[in-house]
């Protein structure tokens, strides 16, 4: 089975969206695989973006990156194999095919990468604050990581 997916970017402002959206990916690549054992394409809104971050996101989930440049990263997990292309509006799009790339194997792998990827930008985001802390007249007085992965980052104001 094959499924195509066109991932469209989601601004900071939308990520209820992104959230309805995952809620409702399940259903759309449900219809879309019912229709018949052709390959169908569903939009799915996503923050998505950067190759770097995606391809972290992919490893994070197991995945075994077989090609990767600017605008094209082909990952592989058992039984099912990826391949996300990037337009030159900047929008990816993920064709996934192999033995187990059904709908719901489709809707669960993107759930797993889609979260591996916040956790990918989280943790670049802290990264770039510690790293801007001291231009900044602040010190880093303590970091926290809560259960959930929320970070919590203290600064004083130096003097």
């Known amino acids: 089975m094959s ?27 449900s219809d879309a695989a019912a229709q018949g054992p052709e ?6 809104r996503t923050r998505m973006k950067d190759i770097g971050l995606l391809t972290a996101a992919a490893e994070q989930t197991g995945g075994i990156i ?23 509006e900047g929008i990816w799009g993920a064709h996934l095919d192999g033995p187990d790339a059904g709908a719901e194997a489709a809707v669960e792998l993107l759930q797993r990468l889609d979260n591996a990827y916040a956790r ?9 604050l510690k790293e801007r802390v001291d231009g900044a ?15 919590t980052l203290v600064l004083n104001v130096r003097s």
């Open 3 to 29: 499924v195509s997916l066109v991932l469209v970017p989601a601004v900071l402002a939308g990520l209820p969206a992104v959230i309805g959206a995952a809620a409702n990916l399940r259903g759309a690549v």
């Open 66 to 88: 077989r090609e990767a440049g600017d605008h094209r990263l082909m990952v592989e997990w058992p039984g099912i194999t990826a391949i996300f292309t990037r337009d030159d």
């Open 137 to 151: 007249g602040l010190q880093l007085q303590s970091e926290q990581v809560e259960e959930d992965e929320t970070v």
């Open 120 to 128: 990918q930008v989280q943790q670049a985001l802290v990264q770039r």
């Open 39 to 44: 390959p169908h394409e569903v939009r799915v």
